[in-house]
């Protein structure tokens, strides 16, 4: 829907009418001939349209069902059940990563933003977004206050949100931890002086810094058709067969040096965790409580989720609230501080999401035909250090540290990533350049 009339209830539809029979007197046309040209333009038509209250194909979505839970985890009637509510769901295997006593307040603001954006030369409105795509959950801070906070497809505060390939960028913050307490040396060290399993594979002799900036050169095919690399290692986590260590011990060939060329491989990340639980002999939900969640303040309990072996799938399955993914954000806005407290290293993080501080191979424009890429950190094409968290099917977090802007976006795109269906990941971005936009943010191209 475009700039026109809201149509969330049908208050101005008497003065169409009047207006119809003002127009009927001055044209001296039948007031059904002035009725039909209205519906011929549309305007009738959307208000009294069914559109105005439904969301995105819900029916395919399950809504009459309740939005069901089920054991297939992608299937299009159970996305909205079990991407929010994955603990819930028969056979998924979790572990609770616990909340501390003390909650960082996320204050509503004082006046609700009024968000506009534009895609493809039309303006839109918040609601409008809303209504053209699949979100589940959108949430946008500005100096730490909540200006909007939207649920969809009957999500409440409580639903706790599949990460999808967020979970990379949670699982590099985990890394800067580990680095900061010296459980990890260096970033130069190599995966397997921690991660022992993988002693003797081409992962093993990656370096951490190079795993983090995804470039061991490692070839690991992720198109999203059932048949790749990444389609394995997610039966592996699965089913247990074969174990995803032996899985990532079986990958030998380099399609080029390590260090030189980003190529997206959720291996890399699952190798990582694989990193830390190696380096502290904990599991990633007893790290992530005592490193992030309970410093940082979270709202609620969040949990990861983990294969056969008991390895938390690093890679794609952390799962928090919306309010607890914009507090994550929030401390990445502030370069790891909660207050006065400094609870993740600041020049990490720097390293971790600074385009001048990335090798020209991994800036914007290189990397990928827009973005660049950090330390599992998403790098936006602004002068302005701009930075994301993304996952596959829409989950995102958007981060502008300096203006103190953030967006989360949890949802239940069709396709798998941009290449699929670049459309709904382009108004994302379209919906993100408008926040900053209309609350002050900076959006001067890199």
């Given amino acids: 829907m475009q700039e026109q009339p809201s149509v ?86 979790t572990q609770v990563v616990s909340r501390g006593e003390a909650v960082q307040p996320l204050p509503k603001a004082s006046q609700p933003a009024d968000i506009k954006y534009r895609y493809r030369n039309l303006g ?39 990460s999808f390939s967020m979970a990379k960028s949670v699982t590099s913050m985990l890394i800067g931890a580990a680095l900061e307490r010296a459980v990890i040396a260096s970033l130069d060290d190599l995966a397997s002086q921690y991660a022992k399993d993988l002693e003797g594979s081409v992962y093993g002799q990656t370096p951490l810094r190079h795993l983090l900036r995804m470039s061991s050169g490692v070839t690991f ?93 690093a890679y794609f399955c952390f799962n928090a609230s919306l309010r607890d993914w914009g507090r994550l954000g929030w401390l990445m806005a502030r370069d790891g501080k909660v207050g006065d407290r400094q609870i993740l290293p600041a020049e990490y993080l720097l390293d971790a999401t600074d385009i001048a501080r990335q090798p020209a191979a991994f800036a914007p424009y290189k990397a990928t035909p827009y973005m660049g890429y950090g330390y599992q950190f998403w790098l936006l094409p602004l002068k302005e250090r701009t930075f994301a968290f993304q996952g596959v099917h829409g989950q995102t977090v958007f981060v502008q540290p300096a203006t103190g802007i953030v967006m989360v976006q949890t949802a239940v795109y069709a396709q798998a990533s941009g290449y699929q269906d670049p459309e709904p990941f382009a108004e994302r971005t379209a919906l993100w350049m408008g926040v900053l936009q209309s609350l002050g943010g900076r959006t001067e191209r890199y």
Avoid at 125 to 147: F, S
Avoid at 152 to 157: D, H, I, K
Wanted: charged content about 25%; aromatic content about 12%; overall charge neutral.
């Fill in 8 to 93: 969330a209830d049908f208050t101005f539809l008497p003065a169409v009418f009047r207006w119809c029979g003002a127009a009927c007197m001055e044209m001296k046309m039948d007031s059904k001939e002035v009725i039909f040209r209205f519906l011929r333009l549309g305007l009738i038509g959307v208000a009294v349209s069914t559109a105005a209250w439904a969301e995105p194909d819900e029916e395919i979505l399950g809504k009459s069902l309740g939005y069901p839970l089920g054991p297939q985890f992608s299937a299009m009637g159970n996305r909205v059940g079990n991407w929010s509510a994955l603990d819930r769901v028969p056979g998924a295997l």
């Fill in 221 to 313: 095919t992720e198109r999203y058709d059932g048949q790749d690399d990444i389609s394995k290692l997610s039966r592996s986590f699965a089913t247990g067969s074969p174990p995803v260590g032996s899985l990532l011990r079986s990958f030998s060939d380099r399609h080029s040096p390590s260090g030189q060329k980003f190529v997206y491989a959720s291996a890399e990340t699952e190798v990582l965790g694989r990193v830390l639980t190696g380096a502290t002999g904990r599991s990633m939900a007893e790290l992530t409580s005592e490193w992030l969640w309970k410093p940082m303040g979270a709202e609620r309990d969040a949990f990861w989720c983990h294969g056969r072996d008991r390895q938390a799938g």
């Fill in 124 to 162: 839109y409105t918040l609601d409008d977004y809303l209504d053209r795509r699949r979100v589940t959950g959108l949430l946008i801070l500005k100096n730490g206050e909540i200006v909007a906070e939207r649920y969809r497809y009957g999500r409440t505060e409580d639903a706790r949100f599949l």
